[in-house]
């Protein structure tokens, strides 16, 4: 797995999965449920991988760019 994940992405990723977690535990029990997908973005912020981004061909690190 090659990294394809940058810093702000990272940072955007983190906070909209604590947010949707948040959501998860406090919010109303019919849709509760949905905050659950905040693990999704924390997952790939953690790992510096998007699976997704592999298949679109989208790459936001710098680092990992081809040159």
Known sequence: MKTNVGTVDKV???LLGIALLAYAFMGQAP???IGLIG??????ALAGFC???KILGLNTCPRSSKP
């Open 39 to 44: 693990v999704v973005p924390l997952v790939t």
């Open 31 to 33: 849709m509760r449920w």
């Open 12 to 14: 955007i990723r983190i």
């Open 51 to 53: 699976p997704l981004y």
